[in-house]
């Protein structure tokens, strides 16, 4: 005796998704009788239309149900500078900041040789383009502090290098709040290595 | 600037589901662009077929796809024995431990006048009608050991008092592999009160 077949299917989606193991898909597959129907429908056609309606804005790849996403639509931004991002979802993060007024480049992932990803399986080339197109001034480099982030940060770097663009990094450093001796050491190395002069002698 | 709507939406419909918070349904929303196009078909279907084609057992009150639950269709039961159990998933959890061969009955909660879930509001007449109609043996009475579980096992005991039906309650106590030092106190006192006589001195 086992559930349902309905039932069945929905553990066996719920199992699809990131972190969610036998006994959560069981949980959340029975949760689902309990919404209102109003939400299921919503639930259902927004799953069919993640398939059929998000596309990727032909310029800055960013999640987008139009040819262009609502960013690059936007006129009255800076448009000389751009921020490098891996994901779709980091856009949102900076834009949630509210203190970034540039536009934007999703690379869809990091350089990984291991894992068989190189340059050309990013949006590299199409960056390179648009530095070259759009006039450019700065190219912020937002990629996270890993092997992988670095590596892609100073290809990126290099190859745009003879472009005349000023190509900066986000600082990594010690977290806002966090105390000194719970940091991990390579995190301690880079705030000692990016460490800023914030003298006030300017004759020193 | 924020994610297309169908991104929105999805992230709206995981927030309603238990235990998931603005963060993890971001996540999952995000995680549906990279499940295959087959899955989602499935996903999205099952969601719809969980308001129309999910139903109750007429008999049990089981999650069933027909008028009668793959259980209750099923003739090579005991059917002198009757389970009673709280919700549709304990049924899951009795029939996984494969010893239990009688039949159940779902209540669809517990008795808890402070929630204004009164008998009435439970599938209580329903199991009174079986008791009578099938010429129930025992009912076992599965439900768990909270105020709100002994004051229905309590009410159940007392509705079926004169139905010449054997009524016995699972066994509460110490869980297996538990360190005694660690059961709480209410666990502890009801292992006490449910002690088994196990001497094999017969005339003691």
Redesign the interface.
């Given at each position: 005796?086992?559930?349902?077949?309905?039932?069945l299917?929905?553990i066996?989606?719920f199992k699809?998704?990131?972190?969610i193991g036998e006994k959560?898909a069981?949980?959340?597959a029975?949760?689902?009788?309990d919404?209102d129907?109003e939400?299921?429908?919503?639930?259902?056609?927004?799953?069919?239309?993640?398939?059929t309606?998000?596309k990727r804005c032909t310029k800055c790849n960013n999640?987008?149900?139009s040819e262009l996403c609502?960013?690059c639509k936007?006129k009255n931004r800076n448009n000389k500078i751009l921020c490098v991002v891996e994901e779709?979802?980091n856009?949102?993060l900076f834009?949630k900041l509210n203190i970034f007024d540039g536009y934007y480049h999703v690379l869809d992932g990091l350089i990984s040789p291991i894992d068989g990803i190189n340059p050309e399986d990013l949006n590299i080339s199409s960056l390179v383009d648009r530095v070259k197109k759009e006039k450019i001034e700065e190219v912020i480099l937002a990629l996270k502090p890993s092997i992988e982030g670095e590596t892609t940060s100073l290809y990126i770097s290099r190859i745009l290098e003879d472009l005349n663009v000023k190509i900066s990094k986000i600082a990594y450093g010690i977290p806002i709040g966090a105390e000194i001796d719970y940091v991990d050491s390579l995190t301690l190395e880079m705030a000692l290595e990016n460490r800023m002069d914030i003298s006030t002698n300017k004759d020193s």
């Open positions: 005796m086992k559930y349902p077949s309905t039932i299917n929905l066996e989606c699809k998704l990131p972190g959560t069981e949980r959340l029975l949760s689902v009788l919404i129907s939400t299921i429908d919503i639930f259902s056609n927004s799953l069919k239309d993640s398939k309606k998000i999640l987008s149900e609502e960013i936007d779709p979802k856009v949102i834009e």
